[in-house]
T-cell receptor, first 109, second 113 residues
Framework: TQLLEQSPQFLSIQEGENLTVYCNSS?????LQWYRQEPGEGPVLLVTVVTGGEVKKLKRLTFQFGDARKDSSLHITAAQPGDTGLYLC?????????FGTGTRLKVLA | GAGVSQTPSNKVTEKGKYVELRCDPISGHTALYWYRQSLGQGPEFLIYFQGTGAADDSGLPNDRFFAVRPEGSVSTLKIQRTERGDSAVYLC???????????FGPGTRLTVL
């Protein structure tokens, strides 16, 4: 069974702080995605990383795919209250998406 | 254009009853997925359709769960003899080549009393 573990599970920080969320698996994936989900809505895709070692930046968010394509990290610089939400990683193998356990982030003003 | 829609948004039923959950994907999307999300967890894969056929139903928990997509567009997830453990948010997503990005609906919150 493919499992994706995310850490931390919960994170509450002050506005302006930096944070990193980790996504780890024992399985290799062809690509890895990060989503953000707000209450009452479905997840929304933030980024897809494909190549081992790849780094992608999306404004204040930096995503990295591990060299072995088994793990990934999401770093947020200068967090804002609008970043609050559930962050999910998803490993992709052909058509199948395996979602991580989620990291619930709360950014306090 | 319209996104993925799901109806109903909330469904409360009693243990043992039958329920149907509907998903309207983005027009023209060939792939459709159903997921189940329990409180505080990530979505769990249930079934994947490519066109009208279920290409992978390995995530369906047992034979009480069944899904159809007869015309390759709208899909219905059917749950027989509901149990309290079936309570969750059921998410639907659709995608299409070339990038196959999944677009999710808002989900149906199912509560089995």
């Amino acid at each position: 069974t493919q499992l994706l573990e995310q850490s931390p599970q919960f994170l509450s920080i002050q506005e302006g702080e930096n944070l990193t969320v980790y996504c780890n698996s024992s399985s290799v994936f062809s690509s890895l995605q990060w989503y953000r989900q707000e209450p009452g809505e479905g997840p929304v895709l933030l980024v897809t990383v494909v190549t081992g070692g790849e780094v992608k930046k999306l404004k204040r968010l930096t995503f990295q795919f591990g060299d072995a394509r088994k793990d990934s990290s999401l770093h947020i610089t200068a967090a804002q209250p609008g970043d609050t939400g559930l962050y999910l990683c998803a490993g992709v193998s052909t058509y199948k998406y395996i979602f991580g356990t989620g990291t619930r982030l709360k950014v306090l003003a | 254009g319209a996104g993925v829609s799901q109806t109903p948004s909330n469904k409360v039923t009693e243990k043992g009853k039958y329920v149907e959950l509907r998903c309207d994907p983005i027009s023209g999307h060939t792939a459709l997925y159903w997921y189940r999300q329990s409180l505080g967890q990530g979505p769990e894969f249930l079934i994947y359709f490519q066109g009208t056929g279920a290409a992978d139903d390995s995530g369906l928990p047992n034979d009480r769960f069944f899904a159809v997509r007869p015309e390759g567009s709208v899909s219905t997830l059917k749950i027989q003899r509901t149990e309290r453990g079936d309570s969750a948010v059921y998410l639907c997503a659709s995608s299409s080549p070339p990038d196959n990005e999944q677009f999710f609906g808002p989900g149906t919150r199912l509560t089995v009393l």
